[in-house]
């Protein structure tokens, strides 16, 4: 199955576009990152198409920081294997050094998809690209506030050789912040019901119904919509998983 069936399968056995991200910062837990991990991905799978584990919150604690990410990425395909995982990574560098992140993002970890860098360029991210029955998330318009330096002047350029260049196996998204839902309609016209990984929702301030509005597919659909903070550390992460789920599809309709 490649990694948009996956999604779409997902997305309509969950009648979501949640992805919960697993941004499990060790001075904020107690216990284990897999534990924590654990807890949150059993309460929240039936309201989800996605889990995002944001590598850095695990590569930072060294060699058991990355044995607490392969555990988790573990359990979600042993137990939940019907959910896209994305790595949220942003790697890239020239191909030949790509080889190793493929390796260790799709073999190792086992993830469906992973963030990248456009920077480079297509040929240096060649090696992700071809991996037809994986994703390639490619950052477009980040939701950072400082975003705009660079991105407002290249964010265009990159969806349209996303869209019309690089997607050639029709696995590749992209990342448009929840912050910036002009940005986002704008990308939207540009690439089609190609798959955007959103996110900003939350603790960030994202507007859900501005998003939608900007965002969603012609199937309404085409929406990863990411949240971290706001339901991994809510008083009751299922929950707000659902309520989340419901905001948003109220604007599907």
Request: glycine share 8%.
């Amino acid at each position: 199955m490649t990694f948009y069936q996956k999604l779409d399968a997902i997305v309509t056995k969950n009648n979501s576009l949640v992805c919960v991200g697993l941004d499990s910062d060790a001075g904020k837990i107690s216990g284990s990152q897999f534990d924590f991990n654990k807890s949150i991905v059993d309460a929240t799978h039936d309201f989800v198409c996605a889990f995002k584990p944001n590598s850095a919150f695990y590569e930072a604690r060294g060699t058991s920081g990355i044995e607490e990410l392969k555990k988790t990425c573990d359990y979600i395909h042993q137990k939940y294997p019907d959910i896209v995982l994305i790595l949220d990574a942003k790697r890239a560098d020239i191909g030949s050094s790509n080889n190793g992140y493929v390796t260790y993002a799709f073999d190792y970890l086992g993830a469906d998809a992973i963030t990248l860098h456009p920077y480079l360029g297509k040929d240096a991210l060649q090696p992700f690209l071809e991996r037809k029955e994986k994703g390639s998330i490619i950052l477009c318009r980040t939701s950072n506030p400082g975003a705009g330096e660079f991105q407002d002047n290249l964010y265009k350029t990159v969806a349209e050789h996303v869209a019309k260049e690089w997607n050639t196996n029709n696995n590749c998204a992209l990342v448009v912040g929840a912050t910036y839902p002009s940005e986002l309609q704008i990308v939207r016209r540009i690439v089609g019901d190609m798959p955007i990984l959103v996110p900003g929702i939350g603790a960030q301030g994202g507007d859900i119904e501005k998003t939608l509005k900007a965002g969603l597919s012609s199937q309404k659909s085409g929406l990863i919509i990411s949240a971290s903070r706001s339901v991994i550390f809510a008083k009751d992460p299922k929950e707000e998983a659902k309520k989340l789920r419901d905001e948003i599809n109220k604007y599907r309709v």
